[in-house]
């Protein structure tokens, strides 16, 4: 998702010389300048969902290589991030910097649900955006009540709505166990599998919840193994997705297995967990995997592959979070160039929820980016997948969910 294919807002610097006074086309806001434009960001670098830490890495490298390449329209992003260690009160005491001290223009992919949640409502009466959200809970695609946030993410129940497809089309008896995050992430791949479900709900014979400061989901494994399961709902985030397949192997527990698209980066979480404990594993994707031979040729793989040897050699350019970073950064960069020199937080708004076609370079064949002032969703478009003891291996058709948020 680099050397981006859109050729919208190009018309902005003929229009600047045809003009009056090119300086009377310019619109600042705060964090905006003729040289500069300020964007905030907290990232986990510590805590429990620090393996999320690699994905601003990566976007600060890709930062990097496009101000090197001569910015956005002539300006250099200044990205400021900030470790918040996936804890809302820091998150809170970050954002408040970014926005009163480093006056930044907008927030890009502050990472995880609950420390989005924690900053929506102050960001959003401070009318700066929640740019890109790194999340998808459907709180954070309701522009009703908070018109400047606007997230990246599948959304987490359209995402379950897949799911629910697959268990009725291919285990319609299966007795179902769900593990979940007990916030708004795992409360919504709940409600998306039992919308999804229907009448057949009643498949779930057990739920179990975990809290972000438990030290491991082992107890919570034992008691959903001893419902009777035979298919496993797995909503977690890398540490502790890897603790629940280890811990399903140790208990000699087998069912069907569905792991929500947040805890499939293979370095992060399936190698912890053990290769061969995680293999059948089911989950979907929406962008290419590095590991698998079928891109080897592809002209986006090659520029993500590119990317990575060049500017971000310290990170595993084969993980899925490395993939995500870069796919994110360069969205950033599609809409700020959309922008052109309004530099406005409005107009950034405003061409979050007008892109059109975008195909990013790792897309898979077929999925391209559309939102529109009534669907804010960026990625709305699954194929399933399974892993095969190595890799992710794609199957099926690409699958579009229907759901809208309001």
Request: charged fraction near 20%; hydrophobic fraction near 40%; glycine fraction near 8%.
């Amino acid at each position: 998702m680099t050397l981006l294919r859109l050729t919208a807002a190009l018309g902005f610097a003929l229009g600047a010389t045809l003009a009056t006074p090119a300086l009377a086309q310019k619109k600042y806001d705060t964090g905006a300048t003729d040289t500069e434009i300020k964007v905030g960001q907290t990232i986990p670098l510590s805590g429990p969902a620090s393996a999320y830490g690699s994905i601003g890495k990566v976007q600060a490298a890709y930062i990097r290589m496009i101000n090197e390449q001569g910015g956005i329209n002539g300006r250099k992003i200044n990205l400021i991030q900030y470790d918040d260690a996936y804890s809302p009160p820091k998150t809170v005491e970050q954002v408040r910097k970014l926005v009163e001290s480093d006056e930044v223009l907008t927030t890009f992919q502050i990472i995880g649900t609950p420390p989005n949640a924690a900053v929506q409502k102050y960001l959003n009466d401070k009318k700066v955006p929640q740019l890109l959200a790194s999340t998808g809970a459907t709180r954070f695609t309701d522009p009703k009540n908070f018109p400047w946030t606007i997230a990246f993410n599948p959304n987490y129940q359209s995402e379950a709505h897949i799911y629910a497809r697959y268990i009725l089309e291919n285990h319609p008896n299966a007795k179902i166990a769900i593990l979940y995050q007990n916030d708004d992430l795992g409360k919504d791949y709940v409600k998306g599998l039992k919308d999804g479900l229907g009448a057949k709900a009643n498949m779930i014979v057990a739920e179990a919840s975990y809290e972000l400061s438990d030290p491991t989901v082992d107890s919570q494994m034992v008691t959903l193994k001893s419902s009777g399961a035979d298919l496993f709902y797995n909503i977690t985030t890398p540490k502790f997705g890897a603790q629940a397949i280890k811990k399903a192997a140790e208990l000699g527990w087998k069912p069907v297995h569905i792991l929500d698209i947040n805890a499939t980066p293979v370095s992060q979480t399936l190698v912890p967990a053990g290769l061969e404990n995680a293999k059948g594993i089911i989950s979907v994707n929406y962008g290419k995997d590095p590991l698998d031979p079928q891109w080897n040729d592809d002209e986006g793989m090659k520029r993500y592959k590119a990317f990575m040897a060049k500017w971000a050699p310290a990170e595993d350019a084969n993980s899925g979070i490395a993939t995500y970073g870069y796919s994110t950064a360069a969205l950033l960069v599609q809409i700020l160039k959309q922008c052109g020199d309004d530099l406005t937080r409005a107009n950034i708004m405003k061409q979050a929820t007008n892109i059109q076609n975008y195909v990013a370079d790792l897309a898979l064949p077929g999925m391209s980016i559309s939102t529109e002032p009534n669907d804010w969703r960026i990625n709305k478009q699954f194929q399933m997948m399974k892993f095969d003891g190595q890799r992710w291996v794609l199957f099926g058709p690409i699958l579009t969910d229907e759901y809208k948020t309001n």
